[in-house]
């Protein structure tokens, strides 16, 4: 008595045509986990914030203060982001490339001012050298000449010691009473007053008076000419002189008339800035540099009267190569030993060993092509190009070694991109590549055909590719070839390598260190993945085609699957019903919700809450230090919200929050256009409280035979009246499911 069992349910292998399946392998498997041998829904995406970014946004980052409320950096660009190995580092200083030249930023910097907007303040990273040598004089002596050398650096409020200045050189008596030291730089700038323009062929140039601190490929900002047209809020340096600096302007502006002001998107940072000077000290050491002083940066001379035998007590300047990294490095990523690295053109850049913002030119290190994306991994680096992948290992950047792998495997997408213990994953044009010590290889090649057609590789649009490694799965949003719509593929590259699909639209992940947790962003917002107990996504599971001879009727199924809810989802799902009832209730006037929030006196931000989903902008807001008439903002994060008045005192107040009696946001005029559709409104529809669906359906010779909605683990008949050969099933739902049998006779079922 023909029949099969499906159990130990597996993924997908898109190059083998259903018949050469394995029984337990799948045509089709979305939006399903396949972790332990059962079918098993995924859940919504939970929505945890929503940037007040423009754009769909591209990268996000997630930094957690002592107190462990999370706050989001996000940006619309493709931005790669590390925290910095610093020991002892309190500040939280982060690093980041791909939003213009390579920057950082700290925890306090990156959330000041509240918005959701982070991160607010940043800097561009590394320190700039003093390009004027000090000079140099003397007073007083008769001794023997001696010739020193003088060179100073800037120094940031963190630290952060710039590579030298040039040097400037004396030859004065040794027992000199004084050597005066003037014409020191003060502060690189970080704004520029405009005195002239000219447009010429797409290309604006503008005159300063000194380019101090600016390098081709950095951003700036202009504003307040006159004309107007030479005004931009971000444009790329594309050429500079000492007094010009020039960018990209479409539209011949007209002559000029009068100037405004140029400024550095990424400032240097000089708030709490001093130099240090150093000098030779010969009779020692003619070629290090000893520590002689620290003055304040905009203290242009200093008299040193320090006697050599005190000097060379006080350190020898380290600094020396310590320069910034490359305007245009991107692909920031980071190793062992304190290092970080990333790439210019065809250059692989590497820090100084636990100083991430000195970037030494001795450390760079060129390939045959240009390079797309890194990933770090113990002492091994990885690099992607537009042509041939290298590895490059070493305990020191003063060490490294490099290796062409004599793979022609260019990576089609940076954003495919996926760091994993020991090397890394990438989509190239025959299918998704891994590299690293001791592997290379393609990981799809017995998943996808390389070709362009059913069950191939370029399907999946491997330019579109945007990934990250979570939990030893790569994860990847793509666009497919065939209908353009945006999917997600989830691979298991284990023993078995698998895929399964997810049909939702994903524009970012981020697999997050410190949670654990797999973050993605949809429709502008930023959700944990498979995390929302309250609402499941369906399912579908298509068997392989099972082949008989000679050809049967199969008569009965049956399914082994979890139609009973257990405690935990139950609470799950009624917590999530409560949840959107207390938030609409909230939005029409009739609940109450009070949070304890820390207010700052002339500050409109309210930090430290315990929760804010359920709160709404335009809500009211009472407590004390609160004026009268104040309502939310924003809600920035789950800790934070932004008030419309500044609160009169400091301290921790109970918060009471009250609905507006109108639709919050959707009331007519209160929402931007075309926010919501025509008689919708921000109050949401509650969820189900139960999940029991699956629906089995029968496909014979490719077509549909019978479909059936089942609620329980009971045998069913199928349909007779025909004998075929070509028997599948196709199994979709929201509950577990563990097993399905199916037979040309119910005594069969037992049997199989």
Known sequence: MPAFRIQAFAGMIPRLDARLLSPAQAQTAVNCLLLDGDIVPLKNPLVVTRPNKTGPLKSIYRMVDAAGAAYWLSWNRDVNVKKGPIAGDALQRTYYTGDGEPRMTTLADAISGGGNDYPKNFFVLGVTKPTAAPTVGHTGGA???????????????????????????????????????????????????????????????????????????????????????????????????????????????????????????????????????YRTVTSVNAVDYFFVAEIPVAQTTYTDTTANSVVVKNGTLKTLGWDMPPADMHSLTAMANGMMAGLSGNTVCLCEPYYPYAWPTAYQQSMIFDGVSLSGSDTSLMATTKGNPYLFTGNHPSSISQ???????????????????????????????????????????DLYKPENDTGGWPKLTPSSLVATYHNSRYYAAYTDADTGGQKMLILDKGEAAQVVQANVSITALYDDPISGNLYVVQDGEIRQWDADAGSKLLFEWFSKEFVFGPPVNMAAAKLDADFTLSDADSAALLAARNAVILANQALIGTASIIRAGNTTSGSAVVTNMSKTSDLARWMTVTGTGIPANTKIKSVDSSSQITLTANATAPGTPMLTFTGSKQLVDGALGAAPFNK?????????????????????????????????QVVNNKAFRLPGGYKKDNIAVKLSGNVRVRGVVVGSSMSALREA
């Open 676 to 708: 919501y559709a025509i008689n919708a409104s921000a109050i949401k529809a509650l969820p189900a409280i139960t999940y029991d669906i699956v629906q089995f359906t029968l496909h014979v010779d490719g077509e549909v035979k019978f479909s059936k």
């Open 403 to 445: 290796r062409m792998i004599e793979e022609t495997w260019p990576c089609v997408a940076k954003r495919g991109t996926a760091g994993i213990s020991g090397g890394m994953l990438y989509p190239t044009h025959q299918g998704l590549a891994v590299i690293g010590p001791g592997v290379t290889q393609i990981v799809t090649k």
């Open 143 to 277: 001794a023997a000449n001696e010739t020193r050398a003088y060179v100073y650096t800037n120094v940031t409020q963190h630290g952060e010691e710039s590579a030298p200045s040039p040097a400037g050189e004396h030859t004065a008596p040794s027992d000199a009473t004084s050597w005066d030291l003037s014409a020191m730089e003060t502060a690189p700038l970080n704004a520029f007053t405009v005195t002239g323009a000219s447009w010429s062929g797409g290309i604006a140039t503008l005159t300063v008076a000194s380019t101090r601190g600016l390098r081709v490929k950095e951003e700036i900002a202009v504003a307040g000419m006159n004309p107007s047209g030479y005004n931009t809020s971000l444009s790329a340096i594309t050429a500079m002189t000492t007094t010009t600096v020039s960018y990209a302007v479409a539209v011949n502006p007209g002559a000029f008339v009068s100037g405004g002001t140029l400024s550095r998107i990424a400032p240097h940072n000089t708030t709490g800035m001093v130099k240090r000077i």
